[in-house]
């Protein structure tokens, strides 16, 4: 089985931009789909993006569309969040998922520990 593992989080002012990378340990991420959704206190969670291996096509959250790129380095084995314009309402966890082919987040079966993103004004 694939162990997602995510880096990149932390403290960001307003306005600026933090990349969040998420490794696999295991095995190769391969053909699994893909993506990352995050949780706020007291919140659901919440969908951000996934990309589709067939040919990398991504698919966002409106609340995050033009200011988040989902993108993923087969070879390396490694899928990419960058956030720009973070504001507060981004301030979540953020986690990286993994299922299989063409499954949606929420049938995600691997999911990673989170990574914190905190948005300071």
């Known amino acids: 089985q694939v162990q997602p593992v995510e880096s990149g989080g932390g403290l960001v002012q307003a306005g600026g931009s933090l990349r969040l990378s998420c490794a696999a340990s295991g095995r190769s991420f391969g053909t699994y789909a893909m993506g990352w959704i995050r949780q706020a206190p007291g919140k659901e969670r919440e969908f951000v993006a996934t990309?589709?291996?067939?040919?990398?096509?991504?698919y966002y959250a409106d609340s995050v569309k033009g200011r988040f790129t989902i993108s993923r380095d087969n070879a390396k084995n490694t899928m990419y969040l960058q956030m720009n314009s973070l504001n507060a309402e981004d301030t979540a966890v953020y986690y990286c998922?993994?299922?299989?082919?063409?499954?949606?987040?929420?049938?995600?079966?691997?999911w990673g520990q989170g990574t914190q993103v905190t948005v300071v004004s």
């Open positions: 998922g993994a299922g299989a082919y063409g499954s949606t987040w929420e049938q995600y079966d691997y």
């Open positions: 990309i589709r291996w067939r040919d990398g096509r991504p």
